[in-house]
């Protein structure tokens, strides 16, 4: 299932995914767009994901991009 939010949308996703997600199933979050970096509910769906792909192209500061998905990581890991 893919799901895709504006940005007035993005806070109700990770509700969204939690719902529908099983337990048995993988869940890959994909980063198609920068806008995603900044928003509180990237780090709402970080913790659930088995899998992160990041689209760099899209970023105009990949390197800051994925120092975020690490800071994610980071707490996700505590």
């Known amino acids: 299932i893919e799901i895709t939010a504006g940005s007035a949308q993005m806070g109700s996703v990770p509700g969204v995914v939690l ?5 048995d199933l993988p869940v890959v979050l994909w980063y ?5 970096m900044s928003a509180e509910a990237a780090a709402g769906l970080f913790p659930i994901a088995g899998k992160v792909i990041v689209d760099s192209a899209a970023s105009a500061d990949p ?5 975020i998905l690490d800071g994610f990581r ?5």
Request: aromatic share 4%; charged share 30%; no cysteine.
């Open 19 to 23: 719902s529908i997600a099983a337990p």
């Open 32 to 36: 198609r767009g920068p806008r995603w």
């Open 63 to 67: 390197e800051g991009a994925l120092r």
């Open 74 to 78: 980071a707490s996700r890991i505590r």
